[in-house]
């Protein structure tokens, strides 16, 4: 997706913005000479940004705007380092409302959707993310955070909860437990706003049936912004992203190289107009493709496809990347082999390549899939 001469316009304000502020990309842009950007050509030049990066500026060193513009901040969790710190001004907050109302009414919903939260508050952003874009749409916010399932479901019936935003692991709690309980004649659900985790088409299945509701995939970093940046439509082919907001470029996750639309890599976003902590080209190591073409929906905001994986999962065979989603897409085509190994390899993505190979050769495989496995 090439980049406009609007977005080049932003992009210097923000770099303008994170030079005056001397916060750590702008000492990036400095050391590198960098002032501002003509063109395409030289916004691929810009260096990247990394999560290490972002660990490196804690507490406040991503902080670009005036400290009295500050009114918030969110955080990631720090499970395997230093939390990263992302200060909030106020328009940004309201941005992040916005682009949130955006995702609920291309889901389809209105002021008359009653919508249970079930993700985390506090500094994660989930929570409050769903809450202030249905707040900004008009609709009943229930505010249940996670857990409690008890309490949960008996404000689902009492209130009549139309919408879940939720995990898809929790909805998929949720739907046994509804399946169990046997109070489905009791549930008043239609759509669920999905997002946090990967989830495949056996999982997505399940909890439309079991719940049945219409789901909605919801994405969004902590980093940028929160959840809310892009969701699916009705026509569930891909994840519309709002591209004035964001600029997102995909990338081969070894070399840098920009991909053209259409090609699997790792997903890098630019913030256009965020005050508190600007991000330009941030690797967020999320596997995807840009969708060419127009969307059925008729928006015209320009669509990402469904979260693959992780460039952390990446294994190289024969020269080229492959991807465990990619061994996944393959075994849903032989529906017998791909019963069997489903869990396995949910559980197996958490360990190398060896093992996950390891699982393959004590596997009776049709040949037709191991000639694709190894040339994919």
Known sequence: MQITETQIAQVNNQIQALLKAESFYGKKLEEAGVTSIQSAEDFQKLPFSEKNDLRNAYPLGLMTAPEEKIVRIHSSSGTTGLPVIIPYTQKDVDDWAIMFQRCYELAGLTNLDRIQITPGY?????????????????????????????????????????????????????AEEIQKRGIKDKIHLKKGIIGSERWGEKMRRRITEELGIEL??????????????????????GMHYWDDYIYIEIIDPVTGEVLPDGELGEIV??????????????????????????????????????????????????????FPAQIEEILKEFSEVYRLLNPPILFIRSFNSLFFFAAFQYTILPSSLDKTVITS
Not at 154 to 170: A, E, H, I, P
């Open 269 to 322: 976003i630019t913030t256009l107009v965020k005050e508190g902590a600007p991000l330009i080209r941030y690797r967020t190591h999320d596997l995807s493709r840009i969708i060419p073409g127009e969307c059925p929906c008729g928006s015209r905001f320009p669509r990402l496809d469904t979260i693959m994986g992780r460039t952390d999962d990446m294994m190289k065979i024969k020269g080229v990347n492959v």
């Open 122 to 174: 506090g500094l994660w952003t989930a929570g409050i993310g769903f809450q202030a874009g249905a707040e900004r749409l008009g609709s009943m916010v229930i505010p249940m955070g996670p857990g409690n399932t008890d309490k949960q479901l008996q404000m689902m019936m009492d209130m009549k909860t139309t919408v879940l935003g939720s995990t898809s692991s929790y909805a998929l709690l949720l």
């Open 216 to 237: 909605y995939d919801i994405y969004g970093l902590t980093e940028i912004y929160g959840p809310g940046i892009g969701i699916s439509c009705s026509h569930d082919c």
